[in-house]
């Protein structure tokens, strides 16, 4: 069941950061011309290129870790996790942790969604979870495989009549014992969403069942 007040909220709380960003950014500029934007320059650890690896922050999803869940995997350095209890769903999966981009640099978050256990076919959610989006266009699906785990990935483009734009996402899908696992990269924009990328991969390529 999908609980779209939960998601809008989600969406509305971009808005708000993004007008507390310019905010930041105006006060910045007044004070001290000096004094860096709020936009980072890219770094090894936020680089949108897919060549550079970013370093690991430790492991998250296992028993006594920041957010137990169905798989493990990497987290980028200064990367924040933080387990999420409300109930917030989108299709056939709910809101399980939050991995916060800020203190690495970037306005984005990197989320974990879980669903119950059953025989969810791996695609099948991962379709269920976009369309319980509105504004969802231009999907492009694939495979993947990662330490034994198959999955299904999508890239595509999100409208967003809140900010009055389109911007890339991403979003990866396996199945387990325990449930469906969906992990999801928005981003303020598009620009944040490519820098963010080595983190999302880093995700991917470290995923483990739990």
Same mark, same amino acid.
């Given at each position: 069941?999908?609980?779209?007040?939960?998601?809008?909220?989600?969406?509305?709380?971009?808005?708000?950061?993004? #007008? +507390?960003?310019?905010?930041?950014?105006?006060?910045?500029?007044?004070?001290?011309?000096?004094?860096?934007?709020?936009?980072?320059? #890219?770094? &090894?650890?936020?680089? +949108?290129?897919?060549?550079?690896? %970013? $370093?690991?922050?430790?492991?998250?999803?296992?028993?006594?870790?920041?957010?137990?869940?169905?798989?493990?995997?990497?987290?980028?350095?200064?990367?924040? #996790?933080? &387990? @999420? =209890?409300?109930?917030?769903?989108?299709?056939?999966?709910?809101?399980?942790?939050?991995?916060?981009?800020?203190?690495?640099?970037?306005?984005?978050? !990197?989320?974990?969604?879980?669903?119950?256990?059953?025989?969810?076919?791996?695609?099948?959610?991962?379709?269920?979870?976009?369309? &319980?989006?509105?504004? @969802?266009?231009?999907?492009? /699906?694939?495979?993947? $495989?990662?330490? +034994?785990?198959?999955?299904?990935?999508? =890239? /595509?483009?999100?409208?967003?009549? !809140? !900010?009055?734009? $389109?911007?890339?996402?991403?979003?990866?899908?396996? $199945?387990?014992?325990?449930?469906?696992?969906?992990?999801?990269?928005?981003?303020?924009?598009?620009?944040?969403?490519?820098?963010?990328? %080595?983190?999302?991969?880093?995700?991917?390529?470290?995923?483990?069942?739990?």
């Amino acid at each position: 069941m999908l609980v779209r007040a939960g998601n809008t909220g989600l969406r509305m709380a971009h808005v708000a950061l993004l #007008a +507390g960003v310019l905010t930041g950014c105006s006060a910045a500029a007044e004070g001290d011309d000096s004094k860096a934007s709020a936009r980072p320059s #890219a770094t &090894a650890e936020t680089s +949108g290129r897919h060549d550079t690896a %970013p $370093t690991s922050g430790g492991t998250i999803g296992a028993a006594g870790s920041a957010c137990e869940l169905p798989v493990t995997f990497d987290i980028a350095k200064s990367w924040k #996790a933080e &387990a @999420v =209890e409300a109930p917030l769903s989108q299709g056939p999966v709910s809101l399980a942790c939050e991995i916060d981009a800020k203190p690495a640099g970037n306005i984005g978050f !990197l989320r974990v969604w879980a669903g119950k256990s059953g025989d969810a076919d791996t695609r099948a959610v991962l379709e269920a979870f976009l369309a &319980a989006e509105d504004g @969802v266009t231009k999907e492009k /699906y694939r495979t993947f $495989t990662s330490g +034994g785990v198959s999955g299904v990935e999508v =890239e /595509y483009l999100y409208s967003s009549e !809140l !900010l009055d734009e $389109t911007k890339k996402e991403s979003a990866f899908a396996v $199945t387990t014992a325990d449930g469906p696992v969906v992990v999801h990269l928005g981003g303020l924009d598009t620009e944040e969403h490519e820098e963010m990328l %080595p983190a999302y991969e880093l995700a991917r390529r470290t995923l483990r069942t739990a």
